[in-house]
């Protein structure tokens, strides 16, 4: 009789979990959020509409946050288009933000995509956790642990599309849809949800395509 009622109790459970416990999943149009207003740009220095071929996005410097947003685990899913300038073209997605100053990051520094250069090519896509874990600070303390080359790496100054998935102590990312991650770390902190955004920090970055799961 016990295990009858902890069993309906069971289906029950899970027939009313159906919808609620299914994934949230939402895809973006950029350039149409712009217009309409919905991004939070509080510490965006520029942003504008762009349309390149079936890509409608947005070409963006600073941290556009997206509102009504909150994000803890699951998937994202953007494409982005970065310049071939050395040390000025950094792009990505920020996401369990509190503000401007905290939040983590997976960002790319696309010219160093092809670079010849062995070890510049593992600066390729890298992790960070402001304010407490900064690329300089990784990099000095864990060396090529929070940073790595993208697989396949593209050209610096074509679209390339990022899938990362952000679990709750770990974050792995693919280039391109290649099975082969790209890099695979460890979260440094114990935020576990809070705002999603674009990402991007000196010239102006392209993005587009934008899908978030959770």
């Known amino acids: 009789m016990k295990n009858n009622i902890l069993f309906s109790l069971f289906l029950i459970t899970t027939f009313f979990c159906g ?8 895809a ?3 350039s149409s959020l712009l217009k309409q207003e919905t991004p939070i740009t509080s510490s965006a220095k520029k942003i504008s509409k762009i ?3 079936t890509r409608k996005g947005i ?3 600073g941290i556009v946050w997206l509102k009504d947003i909150d994000f803890a685990t699951g998937t994202i899913d953007v494409d982005l288009r970065g310049k071939d300038v050395f040390q000025q073209s950094f792009l990505g997605i920020a996401f369990h933000g509190v503000d401007t100053v905290t939040y983590d990051a997976i960002y790319f520094r696309p010219f160093n995509f092809q670079s010849t250069d062995t070890l510049r090519r593992r600066h390729a896509v890298q992790y960070i956790s402001q304010p407490d874990f900064s690329w300089d600070k990784l990099r000095a303390d864990h060396p090529l ?7 396949p790496f593209p050209p ?3 679209w390339f599309h990022a899938h990362i998935v952000v679990n709750v102590d770990e ?4 280039v391109n849809h290649s099975a082969k991650p790209s890099l695979s770390v460890k979260k440094l902190n ?4 809070g705002l999603i955004g674009l990402w991007n920090d000196s010239l102006p970055g392209d993005f587009a395509n934008l899908v978030i799961k959770q």
Request: proline share 0%; with cysteine.
């Open 145 to 151: 642990v929070y940073e790595n080359a993208v697989n």
């Open 28 to 30: 973006y149009d950029l």
């Open 171 to 174: 974050i792995v990312v693919y």
């Open 190 to 193: 114990n935020r576990q949800h």
């Open 19 to 26: 919808a609620a416990c299914a994934q949230q999943k939402g």
């Open 51 to 53: 349309t390149d071929g």
């Open 59 to 61: 070409s963006l410097t």
């Open 156 to 158: 610096a100054t074509a």
